[in-house]
């Protein structure tokens, strides 16, 4: 492995805000899961490590599931897994996690509730 391209997977810092972007092409917006913030969805590429990925085995995460970060703090992140269990990673290993970025999803109680309601300022006067 390159020293830039261990640099890029081992790195801990956000990614640029428009790497977040709903819709850009994954490939693009490529990073470690220890550096994604609450509300990003991302897709797991690959998990570094025998040790790294069994502990990622043991939490229910595996290579080409899609995660939403939950929580982020400065021990460890939580993680909602898509047709999975909520799970939580310590930051270390995390870092070890290269993901792509696949940008931000409200929750979705959120959008449930919002998808139910009428929005005068997006659908205009009602028919009465």
């Known amino acids: 492995m390159s020293v830039a391209?261990?640099?890029?997977?081992?790195?801990?810092?956000?990614?640029?805000?428009?790497?977040?972007?709903?819709?850009?092409?994954?490939?693009?917006?490529?990073?470690?899961?220890?550096?994604?913030?609450?509300?990003?969805?991302?897709?797991?590429?690959?998990?570094?490590?025998?040790?790294?990925?069994?502990?990622?085995?043991?939490a229910g995460l595996r290579e080409g599931d899609v995660v939403r970060c939950r929580e982020s703090g400065p021990s460890g992140i939580t993680l909602d897994v898509e047709n999975g269990p909520t799970t939580s990673l310590s930051r270390q290993v995390a870092r070890f996690v290269e993901v792509d970025l696949l940008g931000k999803q409200k929750p979705?109680?959120?959008?449930?509730?919002?998808?139910?309601?009428p929005d005068p300022a997006l659908d205009g006067p009602t028919a009465a």
């Open 5 to 58: 391209r261990a640099r890029h997977v081992y790195s801990d810092r956000t990614p640029s805000p428009g790497a977040l972007v709903p819709g850009m092409t994954p490939s693009r917006s490529r990073g470690s899961l220890a550096a994604i913030r609450p509300g990003v969805r991302a897709q797991i590429r690959a998990i570094l490590f025998h040790g790294v990925r069994a502990t990622c085995q043991a």
């Open 108 to 117: 979705a109680a959120h959008r449930e509730i919002s998808s139910r309601l």
